[in-house]
């Protein structure tokens, strides 16, 4: 079993930056073979859409076009964490943020994702 804990959202100003951590208990990233992390977030009344992930074993990082070049994925394999640099925010990244696990290929839809955190509001406004 995967618990993830997700903190660091906020009330922000348009063009502030914030940094969203996800802790990750229950098993260690070195302990995954293959599989991602992921980064998702979910506005009122859409769909929860992919923002970015960052692969178990290779270290790759993917984006979706939205977040690319205004967000950036990392990790810290000692902290089992998963960040997620916000900078350059806008009032249409208001969303609740979520981390995501799954086992196996890259992925990009919630639905293939095995375990989920709690979620955490990002609210961009002036």
């Known amino acids: 079993q995967v618990r993830l804990v997700e903190s660091g959202g906020g009330l922000v100003q348009p063009g502030g930056s914030l940094r969203l951590s996800c802790v990750a208990s229950?098993?260690?990233?070195?302990?995954?073979?293959?599989?991602?992390m992921g980064w998702f977030r979910q506005a009122p009344g859409k769909e929860r859409e992919f923002v970015a992930g960052?692969?178990?074993?290779?270290?790759?990082?993917h984006y979706s076009n939205s977040a690319a070049g205004q967000f950036t994925i990392s990790r810290d394999d000692a902290a089992n964490t998963v960040y997620l640099q916000m900078n350059s925010l806008k009032p249409e990244d208001t969303a609740v943020y979520y981390c995501?696990?799954?086992?196996?290929?890259?992925?990009?839809?919630?639905?293939?994702?095995?375990?989920w955190g709690q979620g955490t509001q990002v609210t961009v406004s002036s």
């Open positions: 229950g098993r260690t990233f070195n302990e995954f073979n293959e599989g991602m």
């Open positions: 960052i692969s178990l074993s290779g270290r790759f990082k």
């Open positions: 995501a696990t799954k086992g196996g290929e890259v992925a990009y839809t919630a639905s293939s994702y095995d375990y």
